[in-house]
């Protein structure tokens, strides 16, 4: 099983950003997409964003869309979102996540085989 370390999380007011990065181990990095996500209090884990192996292809969820920024540099075995304009409601823990099966699912918490511990983003109004 792949290990994933995710950093950068914070408190940051409304209206700014933070950049997570997510390190993983492993030789066979560049060969799975990449996502995240994000579970906020009393609520189910949600999918933000997801990566290709390549980094030629994303796709994000709407609530982020815009705003969010996923990418990936294989070289340093590490993915990245870049958070800007953001909101109270973007408040959760994030976790990256790494399909390195195929799955059929790429939106669905079920379609990932390895999680990282999660960073905490607070966003205050």
């Known amino acids: 099983q792949v290990q994933l370390v995710e950093s950068g999380g914070g408190l940051v007011q409304a209206g700014g950003s933070l950049r997570l990065s997510c390190a993983a181990s492993g030789r066979t990095f560049r060969s799975y997409p990449m996502g995240w996500f994000r579970q906020a209090p009393g609520k ?45 409601e973007d ?17 669905q918490v079920d379609g990932y085989d390895s999680w990282g511990q999660g960073t905490q983003v607070t966003v205050s109004s």
């Open 91 to 107: 408040t959760a823990v994030y976790y990256c996540a790494a399909d390195r099966f195929g799955t059929s699912y790429p939106t």
């Open 44 to 88: 189910e884990r949600e999918f933000v964003a997801r990566i290709s192996w390549s980094g030629g292809n994303t796709t994000y969820a709407d609530s982020v869309k815009g705003r969010f920024t996923i990418s990936r540099a294989n070289a340093k075995n590490t993915v990245y979102l870049q958070m800007n304009s953001l909101k109270p």
